[in-house]
T-cell receptor, first 112, second 113 residues
C-alpha cells in the first residue's frame, strides 16, 4: 500500500462546476498537508497548505483535512478553464522538508 | 525575478550512456532538492542539499545516481549507465531555508531508449 493514494483521473468538468479532489494516506505522523498545481510541462507550484485537521479557504479554493479518517480534500468553486492542470497532494511530518510524500496527481480539465 | 531554471528541458539518450542534468536555484536559497516524477506516479525525493551541510542522499535509487552542488548555487544530477526505467521528469526545487516553501523548476524530461 502506498503511503499516499490519489485518484489520477482524468477528471473533466464544465466551467462553473464545483470540483472535489481527494487523497488518502496511511502515516499518522503527517501533520502538514499541501496541495500543488502543475501545468503541463511546468513544475508544481504550491496552492495551499494546512496544518493538522480543519478547513482553510483561499478565494475559490478550500482545503480540508480529516486526520481521523486520514483523508484530505481540495475543493474548487466556480471552476475556470485556467484551473485545468494536474493537482498533487503532498504531506509531511514537518512543513516542507525533505520528507514530503506526494500523491500521483489528478489531471483536471475544465471545459468552457 | 528569476525562478528555478533547469537544463536541458529535454534529453534523449541511449541505454548505457551517462547524463548530466543541471539546476540553477533561486539566488539566496540555501536548500535545494531533486525529485523524480515518473508517469502516473508522485514525486519521489532523491537528494537534498542545505548550505554547507552533508547532503541527504537517502532517496537516491542506486549508486548510478549522484549529485553535486557548488556552494549555494548550481547543482548537477548525474545518472551513469542509464537504464530505460530512468525515463522520467527530473525536478529541482529550492527554498530559502529548510522548512520554507519549495519553488520548483520546469524539470528535465529524460527519455532513455
Amino acid at each position: 500500500q502506498k503511503e499516499v493514494e490519489q485518484d489520477p483521473g482524468p477528471l473533466s468538468v464544465p466551467e462553473g462546476a464545483i470540483v472535489s479532489l481527494n487523497c488518502t494516506y496511511s502515516n499518522s505522523a503527517f501533520q502538514y498537508f499541501m496541495w500543488y498545481r502543475q501545468y503541463s510541462r511546468k513544475g508544481p507550484e504550491l496552492l495551499m497548505y494546512t496544518y493538522s485537521s480543519g478547513n482553510k479557504e483561499d478565494g475559490r479554493f478550500t482545503a480540508q483535512v480529516d486526520k481521523s479518517s486520514k483523508y484530505i480534500s481540495l475543493f474548487i468553486r466556480d471552476s475556470q478553464p485556467s484551473d485545468s492542470a494536474t493537482y498533487l497532494c503532498a504531506m509531511s511530518p514537518v512543513y516542507n522538508n525533505n520528507d514530503m510524500r506526494f500523491g500521483a496527481g489528478t489531471r483536471l480539465t475544465v471545459k468552457p | 525575478g528569476a525562478g528555478v531554471s533547469q537544463s536541458p528541458s529535454n534529453k534523449v539518450t541511449e541505454k548505457g550512456k551517462d547524463v548530466e542534468l543541471r539546476c540553477d536555484p533561486i539566488s539566496g536559497h540555501t536548500a535545494l532538492y531533486w525529485y523524480r516524477q515518473r508517469l502516473g506516479q508522485g514525486l519521489e525525493f532523491l537528494i537534498y542539499f542545505q548550505g554547507n551541510s552533508a547532503p541527504d542522499k537517502s532517496g537516491l535509487p542506486s549508486d548510478r545516481f549522484s549529485a553535486e552542488r557548488t556552494g549555494e548555487s548550481v547543482s548537477t544530477l548525474t545518472i551513469q549507465r542509464t537504464q530505460q526505467e530512468d525515463s522520467a521528469v527530473y525536478l529541482c526545487a529550492s527554498s530559502f531555508q529548510t522548512n520554507n516553501e519549495q519553488f520548483f523548476g520546469p524539470g528535465t524530461r529524460l527519455t532513455v531508449l
